[in-house]
């Protein structure tokens, strides 16, 4: 998965792939992505970026 990549996730929606941060293996990659609707947490704060595991995302449409 490039950087760029617009992907899909069940819980967290859509969003667009900013950073591999660690590959081990095919599955287990690493990626930084910036969620269009970020999450409000119980304290207040917005979450608009999280790291997850690439096998969890679907890939919309493909980066550069």
Known sequence: MKVGTLVY????????????LWTGGALLTVALVLWNRPK?????????T???YEKELTIISGGE
Do not use: F
Request: glycine residues 12%; charged residues 25%.
């Open 9 to 20: 996730h069940p819980e967290w929606g859509t969003g667009l792939v900013l950073e591999k």
């Open 40 to 48: 409000t947490m119980k304290s207040g704060a917005k979450l608009t």
């Open 50 to 52: 999280l790291k997850i």
